[in-house]
């Protein structure tokens, strides 16, 4: 499975951006998908993921109410919708991709993506 995000850029606090990742393969269903972010000098943190079926979406606390995770999957597609941004969401977010179970954990990724920088400003 190969992983292409995109959708990263530089907006403003309160600002929104959609990130987009798409995966490669013929099994996407199969897989729970994730998005992961890395801020300068911080370890790489969860922050939303969903189910093969879409039927659960856990988010991190930061994040909840803000950010909306969706996937298509006659598309390959998993989207992050992020609202109401703010400069301490400013990272490189990863899209991250787990066969069967929920993507929640980063040491059980079976394959991440590049990374898209998020810049928000205050």
């Known amino acids: 499975v190969q992983l292409q995000a995109s959708g990263g850029g530089l907006v403003q606090a309160g600002g929104s951006l959609r990130l987009s990742c798409v995966a490669s393969g013929r099994t996407f269903s199969s897989y729970s998908m994730g998005w992961f972010r890395q801020a300068p000098g911080k370890e790489r943190e969860f922050v939303a993921a969903i189910s093969g079926n879409g039927d659960s979406t856990p988010y991190a606390n930061s994040v909840k109410d803000r950010f909306t995770i969706s996937r298509d999957n006659a598309k390959n597609t998993v989207y992050l919708q992020m609202n109401s941004l703010k400069p301490e969401d400013t990272a490189v977010y990863y899209c991250?991709?787990?066969?069967?179970?929920?993507?929640?954990?980063?040491?059980?990724?079976?394959?991440w993506g590049k990374g898209t920088l998020v810049t928000v400003s205050s």
């Open positions: 991250a991709a787990r066969y069967r179970y929920i993507a929640t954990m980063k040491d059980s990724i079976n394959y």
